[in-house]
């Protein structure tokens, strides 16, 4: 992943690391990977040099640790400790836009500055979109809308206009001498007339009606002409703007390609970085089984089972705690501590406000944000985002509400804001509108809609991309369709379809493999689980579950923790 803002200020995030990193390693105050080390001088005690400044500045002069008298001047730096971080190995600030590479933390200024993959503004005028530095010569001079080109065309266009400008020319001079004799021969008449006055009069007449209908023919042939060359330039017109709209579907081609050649190959990261084991529990007849699935041993094993029943819960884990909130007909949180073996579950010490399901929780910089859902006690869909407080007593903190109630959605936190997409509304209409939560402000703004209305999906953060899987539309029909949702962009990229439909399934993300677990087809729960890694071109079927599972809750868990089903 990409550094976030407080990263630039204060410590390194583990998850950027090659390897885990020693606790020893960490600042005991923003509780990240120590960036510029300082200690304290007797007990040794090391922060970040940004986050004991700041506390420096903000506290009292003393060691958060110890508190020995500290100031900015006396802090040290630990060299041995200072030397081995430098060698750990971290990805590059820019992995999120496509950058592969691992480097050591002391050479990763050097190799910032030369990253391909660096974000650029492109140079061409009423453009500046943002582009990896790599692509910026590509994208000025062949795919940016805005770029100067060269038009093949226009020698040809000047030429047939050439002629048209040539062609009314002469026949503006061949009116003109007509006219001209016209007038010349009207004059002469005229003076015919003026002697002959009293007994030609009527043959006067005949002539000037002659000349007059030969003047209006000739107006008619010249008016003729000129509606020959307008329908020849709007034939023109139309093969340009043909042309036109053909190198449009031609860029968008090129733009889906371009994204799909920068997606991973299907075997990248498989055998250097261990897959997470998969834990899954809860559900729809199985409400208080548990089972995990193990990638060392390819297959699902049953654990403790939970105290009650939650079906249409939500889940996460913090600080090594698993939750798994609420469920239909219960206000009870469960949690598992997943650092004691063997694992048990434990009935949280406070229960939920009221009994709810189908909402979603997530968690954004240590903050539990709960959203929507349906209430069992009042019958009615919540439009409220709220911040789960989980003390005594257990509250729901209202931050914001959505512009309609919502159940069934899907939610995907990122670093400065949290998406939610899909589900219905208090009157059973299947919505198709996205809606980004800035947890900052606690406010709402619409993004770009997805391609149709979708209830009951699977969803999972892939980089910069939700990536959306199965449901139901708004004809009841349970899909197998696969699609990525640009969180910048509201772009949809559509990727391979699963090989089974399926709704009310749940799904994770390890490395590039994303595994689907579960739902429930037109007649039937499933057991089947399924897996894609990013960059493939077909879904795989994994070992089934156990058990047939929908409404669960699925989570991955720490890759310590191995073998924890035996």
């Known amino acids: 992943m990409a550094c976030c803002p407080t990263e630039k200020e204060y410590g390194y995030e583990d998850s950027r690391f090659e390897k885990d990193v020693d606790e020893n390693f960490h600042c005991s105050i923003c509780y990240n990977v120590l960036k510029e080390p300082r200690m304290c001088r007797n007990n040794e005690h090391v922060f970040c040099l940004a986050c004991i400044s700041k506390h420096l500045k903000v506290n009292s002069q003393t060691c958060p640790e110890c508190n020995e008298h500290l100031s900015v001047d006396t802090l040290r730096r630990p060299r041995v400790l200072n030397n081995m971080l430098s060698k750990l190995k971290i990805n590059c600030d820019y ?3 496509g950058c592969p590479e691992f480097t050591c933390v002391e050479d990763l200024k050097t190799h910032l500055a030369n990253c391909e993959f660096a974000p650029v503004f492109c140079s061409n005028e009423n453009c500046g979109m943002e582009i990896n530095k790599q692509d910026q010569v590509h994208h000025e001079t062949e795919v940016c809308g805005y770029r100067k080109v060269k038009c093949h065309d226009c020698g040809q266009t000047r030429e047939v206009v050439g002629r048209l400008e040539g062609r009314l020319m002469e026949l503006d001079g061949k009116v003109q001498t007509v006219e001209k004799k016209m007038e010349n021969n009207h004059a002469e008449v005229k003076k015919i007339v003026g002697k002959l006055e009293g007994s030609l009069v009527g043959m006067n007449k005949k002539i000037n009606e002659a000349i007059k209908n030969g003047h209006d023919e000739m107006k008619q042939d010249q008016h003729k002409e000129m509606a020959g060359m307008k329908e020849n330039l709007c034939k023109v017109n139309k093969d340009v703007d043909e042309v036109k709209v053909m190198m449009s579907q031609m860029l968008e081609k090129f733009n889906m390609l371009e994204l799909l050649s920068k997606l991973p190959s299907p075997t990248e990261g498989m055998f250097n970085t261990p897959r997470e084991d998969i834990l899954i529990a809860g559900g729809w007849c199985l409400r208080q089984k548990a089972e995990i699935f193990s990638w060392e041993k390819s297959g699902w094993y049953e654990f403790s089972q939970m105290n009650e029943g939650h079906l249409g819960a939500s889940s996460f884990i913090s600080n090594d705690q698993l939750f798994v909130v609420g469920g239909e007909g219960t206000t009870t949180i469960e949690t598992l501590d997943l650092n004691e073996l063997p694992l048990k579950w434990m009935e949280f010490s406070d229960k939920l406000p009221y009994a709810g399901d189908d909402h979603q929780t997530v968690v954004y910089k240590q903050r539990v944000i709960h959203i929507g859902g349906y209430n069992r006690d009042e ?11 989980l003390t005594s007593p257990c509250t729901l ?26 589900g219905k509304d208090d009157n059973y209409d299947v919505l198709d509108s996205v809606l980004e939560f800035d947890p900052e402000k606690n406010e709402c703004k619409e993004l770009p809609s997805l391609p149709h209305p979708l209830k009951r999906m699977a969803t999972v953060r892939w980089r910069d991309q939700v990536v959306v899987l199965g449901g139901r539309d708004k004809d009841d029909q349970v ?28 799904a994770v993300i390890t490395g590039n493999t994303i595994v689907v677990m579960g739902g429930r087809n037109e007649d039937d729960d499933l057991s089947s689980v399924e897996c894609f890694t990013m960059g493939g071109s077909t879904w795989k079927y994994l070992p089934n579950m156990n058990n047939e599972r929908s409404g669960a809750v699925a989570e991955l868990l720490p890759s310590t923790r191995k073998c924890v089903y035996v």
Request: hydrophobic share 35%.
């Open 95 to 97: 992995a999120s836009r």
């Open 379 to 389: 019958g009615k869909t919540f439009n409220a985002i709220s911040e789960l407080q």
């Open 397 to 422: 903190k209202e931050l914001c509400q959505m512009l309609q109630p919502r159940e069934g959605h899907g939610a995907e936190a990122f670093e400065d804001k949290v998406l939610i997409l899909g």
């Open 479 to 506: 899909l197998n369709d696969v699609f990525m949702y640009d969180c910048k962009t509201g772009k949809i990229t559509a990727l391979p379809s699963m090989l089974e439909k399926r709704y009310n399934c749940c």
